[in-house]
């Protein structure tokens, strides 16, 4: 493993950051108080080629191997303040593109991928229930046999993206008998099917210019060229993708922490207490070696899924393991800062304090990380580690 970035890399990284803090997140604070999803903001990223980072340029995408999507997704949440928008980007690549070029047929793929590299349409992952969160296996929503197609009931919440979203991947029981893994089937619905509802969630704490909904299916007509891979292959197809997921979502949380790093050292060395600089103070001075210790920790995890990926391997280990440590490495480095900042950390105006509520969304979404230690645990040999199998 190369423990340096290619020239062509370093390049990309650059650009990106340039175009991130000149184009994107102006209104970050506004659009955080409002709960306002930035159309004007995505406009200009998929003009800028990000929603496409990972798709071959057949379908539309830039064709940028694992490994270098990481780098960029990495710069993008180093250069923009808006973690919400960099979160709904998240979405709509490793919930909803990923799948379709993972397990799309060659029609579904033209069909759905140009317009999501282009941003015409959004895309969102649809899994989650009232009932069923990390026990994925115990999902309610059903698709029936309808003569060719199917028909879908259900309720899913949460959604990331939901009330924006034009296209979702969702999972839905197509059968009751047989082992529970073997009873789910995953689909590609779009918001235009009739029974279709969009609905926004309550507000929330933190990564509010994302939007998330309930998405109901009140008795959805699907088409079987919707299905996505097979029927009763719906939990594979989800595990399959899972470690893209679990880990590359995570990637622009290393490019914040960075942020928040600089922030930190600025402020260490700006702000004087008691005749000097409060960096003086190794109380502070610790906090920041700290962050600097978590971050390149994050990155060597997060660098290595990227490349097991560019090299055509499993990285199931690695990216749980990369998902717990940056989520929970970005809410302490977000915790640390406030701390550096003192007051000023706390009020909205210096956006701190809002890095740190868009951070504790991290070690729930994509798998609670109790539950991620309980697959590790697993995927160590620790037998029963996680109880309830199928939890994600
Ligand atoms: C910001 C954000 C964005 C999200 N976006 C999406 C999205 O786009 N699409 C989507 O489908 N969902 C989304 N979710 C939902 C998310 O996937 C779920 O919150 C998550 O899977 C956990 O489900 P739950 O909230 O129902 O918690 P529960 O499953 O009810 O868990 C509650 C608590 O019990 C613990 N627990 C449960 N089971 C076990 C177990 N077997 N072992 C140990 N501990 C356990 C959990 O760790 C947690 O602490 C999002 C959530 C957040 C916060």
């Given at each position: 493993m190369?423990f ?15 175009f ?13 108080r409002?709960s306002?999803?930035?159309q ?39 250069g ?33 991928l ?20 990390s026990?994925?296996?115990?999902l ?5 046999r ?16 939901g ?23 995953a ?5 235009d ?22 998405v ?11 299905l ?44 004087h ?23 390149e ?52 105006d ?8 868009d ?34």
């Amino acid at each position: 493993m190369d423990f340096e970035l290619t020239a062509d890399q370093r390049r990309l990284r650059k650009e990106v950051i340039s175009f991130a803090q000149k184009e994107l997140g102006r209104e970050a604070a506004a659009d955080d108080r409002d709960s306002r999803f930035p159309q004007e903001d995505w406009r200009r990223c998929a003009k800028f080629g990000v929603l496409g980072w990972p798709v071959p340029e057949e379908y539309g995408g830039r064709s940028l191997d694992p490994l270098t999507t990481v780098v960029a997704l990495e710069a993008l949440g180093y250069g923009c303040q808006d973690n919400g928008l960099v979160f709904a980007i998240n979405n709509h690549l490793w919930g909803c593109a990923i799948h379709v070029l993972l397990h799309g047929t060659g029609e579904q793929k033209k069909r759905y991928l140009p317009p999501l590299c282009a941003g015409t349409l959004i895309g969102a992952q649809a899994l989650s229930e009232p009932e069923a969160g990390s026990d994925l296996l115990g999902l309610a929503t059903t698709a029936r046999r309808d003569g060719d197609g199917y028909r879908l009931h259900g309720t899913k919440c949460f959604i990331s993206n939901g009330p924006v979203a034009d296209v979702f991947v969702t999972l839905a029981r197509t059968g009751d008998e047989g082992r529970a893994q073997n009873q789910l089937s995953a689909f590609i619905v779009t918001s235009d099917m009739p029974g279709v509802v969009k609905k926004r969630e309550p507000l929330k704490m933190g990564l509010r210019t994302t939007p998330m909904g309930v998405v109901e299916f009140d008795g959805t007509p699907v088409s079987a060229d919707n299905l996505l891979g097979r029927e009763s292959a719906g939990y594979s197809v989800f595990t399959s993708s899972i470690e893209w997921e679990r880990s590359f979502m995570f990637a622009s949380q290393v490019g914040a922490m960075e942020r928040l790093l600089e922030t930190s050292v600025r402020h260490a060395n700006s702000r004087h207490q008691f005749g000097r600089p409060i960096g003086a103070f190794q109380a502070v001075s610790h906090q920041i070696a700290d962050m600097k210790i978590r971050l390149e920790l994050a990155r060597m995890l997060l660098y290595r899924v990227g490349w097991l990926k560019r090299e055509g391997r499993l990285a199931l280990l690695e990216a749980t393991m990369a998902k717990i440590f940056i989520s929970e490495s970005t809410v302490q480095t977000a915790m640390g800062a406030v701390e550096v900042h003192g007051a000023r950390g706390y009020l909205t105006d210096d956006g701190i304090e809002r890095e740190l509520r868009d951070a504790l969304g991290g070690p729930i979404y994509a798998g609670t990380n109790a539950v991620q230690r309980g697959i590790l645990a697993e995927l160590l040999g620790v037998h029963g580690a996680l109880s309830g199998g199928g939890a994600r």
